[in-house]
């Protein structure tokens, strides 16, 4: 009874698995993830104020970090973002810190095609360039 009781809260608070096959357990996970949200916000700056993609990067990436500067519990930061584990939050950040220099050379692409970059059907045809 005892141990239920007092341990039981630590014990829970213990990752074991993500269930994810390749997807190893983050034991600073909110550390690593606040880390990576920094760099982002970092990166994201080579882009210009004005477009939408800097604009949404921004706008996710600081309502996650506030999520993780709010929260110490893995399990409550996944629920509050709820866009899967936080291992998998690490993959996402460390994706869109991969991609953040390929949309400002495909946005300095498109200055130099006199091209709209952020407009649907011209982001297609700045690709098509490329």
């Known amino acids: ?39 982002t916000l970092n990166e994201i700056k080579i882009i ?33 973002i709820a866009c899967g584990q936080v291992e998998e939050l690490i993959e996402d950040a460390e994706s869109e810190l991969q991609l953040i220099p390929k949309m400002a050379e495909m946005f300095v692409r498109a200055i130099i095609h006199n091209i709209t970059p952020w407009r649907g059907r011209n982001l297609i045809a700045i690709q098509g360039s490329l």
């Not at 921004?58 to 930061?77: G, L, P, Q, S, Y």
């Open 48 to 80: 210009p104020e004005n477009v939408p993609y800097r604009r949404h990067v921004e706008a996710f990436t600081n309502h996650r970090m506030k999520v993780c500067r709010e929260e110490e519990d893995w399990e409550t930061i996944e629920k509050r």
């Open 1 to 39: 009874m005892f141990l239920r009781r007092f341990a039981g809260p630590l014990l829970a608070q213990v990752k074991e698995t993500t269930g994810i096959v390749g997807l190893e357990v983050v034991p600073n996970a909110r550390e690593v993830l606040i880390s990576l949200y920094n760099k």
